[in-house]
């Protein structure tokens, strides 16, 4: 039996989880899928305002989400997707799309996370977010099939050590 090929790059705010979810789909040959995307107009603009989103606010995002998540299982096409997915109920919702799906928790401390979002352009999360998304992660434990990686790190390195464990598992 194979391994799952989907594959959702989390972490709050400024860890990379564009940039590592974009290598990563490259690297594996799958679909990139940018979670931040199908936020509705509102979240959005709550956001950009510096308004930390509830769990009602995100409950229509999540499951369309995971409704991508288990079109692309069904598929057999595999999948990459980047989304914060702090706290362990969203990374629940997630799962009922697939749930053996792999979770690559990206985390950082809260300096390289700041400059790093300082420095970013034409993104509308504004850095005063980033405690109130730290507060709120919940650290995956190891029941969720979720790997490690330290942001200190390069992205190439984090997805060459992905790609390799995904490569030997098939």
């Not at 950082?108 to 980033?130: C, E, F, N, V």
Request: hydrophobic share 50%; aromatic share 6%.
């Amino acid at each position: 039996m194979r391994r799952s090929n989907i594959f959702v790059v989390m972490g709050v705010s400024g860890c990379g989880k564009s940039t590592v979810g974009a290598q990563l789909a490259t690297a594996l040959g799958l679909e990139f899928l940018e979670g931040d995307t199908l936020h509705s107009a509102t979240n959005v603009a709550q956001m950009a305002a510096g308004v930390a989103l509830s769990d009602a606010d995100r409950a229509g995002w999540l499951q369309t989400l995971a409704e991508r998540i288990g079109a692309a299982r069904l598929a057999g096409t595999g999948l990459v997707l980047s989304c914060s997915a702090l706290k362990r109920a969203y990374r629940d919702i997630l799962r009922q799309g697939a749930p053996d799906l792999h979770f690559l928790y990206l985390h950082g401390d809260y300096d390289l996370l700041a400059a790093r979002m300082a420095a970013r352009t034409g993104h509308y999360m504004p850095l005063s977010l980033l405690v109130s998304q730290l507060a709120t992660l919940e650290v995956p434990d190891p029941q969720e099939n979720a790997q490690i990686f330290d942001v200190a790190r390069r992205p190439e390195v984090i997805v060459a050590a992905v790609a390799a464990g995904f490569s030997l598992a098939k």
